[in-house]
């Protein structure tokens, strides 16, 4: 119920910290503070909103020493009265004062309870609250942009200009229906040429979003090519490491090694595999077949050449497989070329030469900038909603002129309807409740 006060530890639990911080928000809060801080010559009834306070916090069996800062609402994350004490960040303590308040008539709050208020406070839309909670779970610098753009209102935007666009047809076509002897001429061709406005900003928005996977898992890369041609060389430069054994024996890598590293803010995650060559050796036949396996499920392959060598015929063999995929032919070992290849870059694995080159190749074939670049929707309840209102679009467009404008309303609306979901103006509570119940207490 939105008239309770809520209370909950805003810091990680089950440490130590320097600082612990518990978060009060609800009519209550200022009041409950009152009865438990005195801040440092001044009477608590003083205290200004959005300014720290020293003072000492009272419980009944202990006393800290803390900072008590009083957010007024409605300008408050949650839009209520908020008060935040910043206590010495031991584990006791931060339980201690939490039950403090409790029994002072603070509830414990529930996961995402502030949050959620916030939302139904009209500060955040609920796509931008999801952005919050995607902040705090990012792992990498590109799912905090992603999550930053999502938080910000970047994706309700898109969104919102697409809606409007619908909008404009739709209050099209209602003023048809009333006036239809007046307006017909007007208004279809602009009802039109609305929806498919609205269309293409939503197909792009999917279209950008086709890469999501590179912000959240990252992007797989497989190093194929035959036995002692580099592979493992030139996944040790990646890496900037050496994790993989390198010998002039071919055949060295046997098994599929997986490792990953941060490149932009984007992971890469390298599969090293044994090289391709027929084999009477058990392991190293699986090694290959294990290497088949990573090739195929990789977004993009690396294809390595060793131009010291002349071109085989299992070397020809092994690139028809690849070429299917998304790849890179990499003529490596140009120190000693002898055998000049097809290929889209030379590089020496062995010493490193080139391989900043390849490695914006490698961003730019996999497209992932633009993944970085753009707002794009991450959340599949939002990807969902988007083509649902695709599929209504495009029913409204095909049967424009062959239906009448009351049932190219219908799917208008369902289409509207579709899009609202993402802000949350048109969802229902037990959605609400799910999206709030994955995030953490005290958020
Ligand atoms: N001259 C020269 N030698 C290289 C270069 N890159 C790798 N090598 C050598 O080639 C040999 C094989 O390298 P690896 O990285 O083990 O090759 P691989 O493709 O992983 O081999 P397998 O695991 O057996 O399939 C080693 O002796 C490397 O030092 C290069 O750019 N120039
Ligand atoms: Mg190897």
Do not use: W
């Not at 201690?96 to 502030?114: C, S």
């Not at 592979?231 to 054994?245: G, H, P, Q």
């Amino acid at each position: 119920m939105k008239e309770d006060t809520i209370v909950a530890a805003a810091t990680p639990p089950g440490q130590a910290g320097a600082v612990g911080i518990v978060r009060m928000s609800g009519p209550r809060a200022k009041k409950i503070a009152e009865e438990v801080f005195c801040a440092v010559d001044l009477d608590f009834k003083k205290i200004e909103p959005y300014r720290m306070y020293l003072g000492k916090i009272n419980t009944k069996n202990f006393l800290d020493r803390a900072f008590c800062v009083y957010c007024k609402a409605p300008k408050s994350y949650t839009g209520e009265d908020v008060i935040e004490f910043h206590l010495h960040g031991g584990i006791t303590i931060v339980k201690g004062v939490i039950r403090e308040l409790t029994e002072r008539g603070a509830r414990p709050a529930d996961a995402g309870e502030f949050t959620k208020r916030a939302y139904l406070n009209g500060k955040m839309n609920l796509s931008e609250a999801e952005g919050i909670a995607d902040m705090i779970n990012a792992e990498s610098e590109a799912e905090i942009m992603a999550a930053y753009r999502l938080m910000s209102g970047e994706v309700s935007q898109t969104i919102s200009e697409a809606a409007s666009d619908i909008l404009e047809a739709a209050s099209n076509l209602e003023a048809y229906l009333d006036y239809p002897e007046e307006l017909e001429e007007q208004v279809f061709e602009p009802s039109k040429k609305a929806l498919k406005s609205a269309l293409l900003k939503l197909r792009t928005a999917l279209k950008n979003s086709e890469n999501r996977r590179y912000i959240t898992d990252g992007i797989n890369i497989a190093l194929a090519g035959l036995t002692n041609v580099g592979k493992s060389s030139l996944m040790n430069v990646l890496l900037k490491d050496e994790r993989a054994i390198v010998t002039d024996i071919p055949g060295t890598t046997r098994d599929v090694l997986k490792e990953s590293f941060m490149l932009d803010g984007i992971k890469v995650n390298i599969l090293d595999t044994a090289g391709i060559r027929e084999s009477t050796d058990t392991v190293e036949r699986i090694g290959v077949e294990k290497a088949k396996k990573a090739i195929d499920s990789a977004d993009i392959v690396l294809f390595v050449m060793d131009a010291s060598l002349p071109i085989t015929k299992e070397e020809e063999s092994l690139y028809s497989l690849i070429s299917q995929k998304k790849h890179i032919r990499i003529e490596n070992k140009g120190d000693i070329i002898k055998y000049p290849r097809i290929k889209d870059i030379t590089i020496e694995a062995k010493t490193g030469k080139n391989v900043d080159k390849l490695i914006s190749l490698i961003l730019e074939k996999t497209d992932a900038k633009t993944a970085l670049s753009s707002s794009i929707l991450t959340r599949e309840r939002h990807i969902y909603a988007v083509k649902e209102a695709e599929k209504s679009l495009q029913s409204a467009i095909k049967n424009f002129d062959s239906t009448t404008p009351d049932c190219t309303l219908v799917d208008i609306k369902d289409a509207y309807s579709s899009l609202l979901k993402i802000t949350g103006e048109d969802v229902s509570e037990s959605i609400v409740d799910k999206i709030f119940s994955t995030f953490c207490v005290g958020k």
